[in-house]
């Protein structure tokens, strides 16, 4: 089922959320995919995320989570691959979710370094700064099992008032959500505006008007250039991917011309964004060392 989503007042809901309660909420799609709606996530969390590898079993883990929930409705709770306590529930209905809300990352009541042993004999992957991991772990708020049935019951409430207010809600596909969707899932491939209309089952004047109305009058290149540029942008805070690879990872092989193109798009360079990012998220400024390519 397709899903829209009310991006703008998700977004601040769940910013309240955090600044009220200090836990994190955050929203994933029917697959399991982050919405990206939520960007101040634990030290320890953003640390792992910095490693690409700790990244990809992070996104693993989002995936997992929807597959494996069975309960029979409200919140199903569970340790996530590092050991840490989250839990998640389907908005709308359990049979046919349109997206799930998740809140995350804590840890339980019971002793704490007894979860961090757990939790350190799952990091034999981990190449970086144990001790430093250990640091940012001792960070995490601990929650008596009264408190997170008072949160989840509230969340519930919340879930509620999502569905209420329409800030998710289900849409058959116009040709517009088609192509919306289309450079979702493709905009790292080699695209043409002939490839995108066989593709599509859309003629190409159709399909170059459409992306007018979807991008504000711009072209078909913008718009995808535009998808590229926000996919990497999330790649240069949350990995450390030299930027020619980030640049590959979106569709562009050529360097130079990501560099170009990123900066006509944010008015940054790759490099600068990816340092401001860093120090607003209060993380260390590991590129004045990084070797760009």
Request: glycine residues 6%; charged residues 25%.
């Amino acid at each position: 089922m397709n899903a829209l989503f009310d991006e703008k007042r998700l977004r601040k809901l769940i910013a309240n959320l955090n600044i009220l309660t200090s836990v994190p909420a955050n929203v994933l799609d029917a697959q399991g995919l982050d919405r990206y709606l939520f960007g101040g996530h634990p030290p320890f969390c953003r640390a792992v995320n910095a490693d690409p590898e700790g990244h990809e079993r992070c996104i693993a883990c989002d995936v997992w989570k929807v597959k494996s929930y069975t309960s029979d409705g409200g919140f199903q709770f569970y340790r996530c691959h590092l050991g840490i306590c989250e839990a998640i529930m389907p908005l709308y209905s359990k049979d046919d979710p349109l997206a799930y809300l998740i809140f995350g990352c804590f840890l339980d009541s019971s002793p704490i370094e007894e979860q961090w042993a757990h939790t350190r004999a799952l990091l034999d992957w981990w190449q970086g700064d144990l001790d430093g991991l250990h640091r940012a772990f001792l960070q995490f708020r601990q929650f008596s099992a009264e408190e997170l049935r008072a949160y989840a019951e509230t969340l519930e409430a919340l879930a509620a008032y999502i569905r209420l207010e329409g800030l998710i809600s289900s849409a058959e596909q116009s040709d517009l959500q088609r192509l919306e969707l289309y450079l979702d899932q493709h905009y790292m491939e080699k695209l043409s505006l002939a490839v995108m209309s066989k593709d599509l089952h859309i003629g190409r004047t159709k399909l170059c008007a459409l992306a007018k109305e979807l991008s504000g009058g711009r072209t078909l290149s913008w718009l995808i250039a535009q998808r590229r540029i926000d996919a990497a942008k999330r790649l240069l805070v949350q990995s450390t991917l030299p930027i020619s690879a980030v640049a590959e990872e979106v569709g562009i092989d050529d360097y130079n011309y990501f560099s170009k193109v990123f900066r006509a798009v944010t008015g940054v360079t790759p490099s600068l964004f990816r340092k401001n990012a860093r120090r607003a998220l209060g993380s260390p400024d590991e590129n004045d060392n990084e070797i760009s390519k």
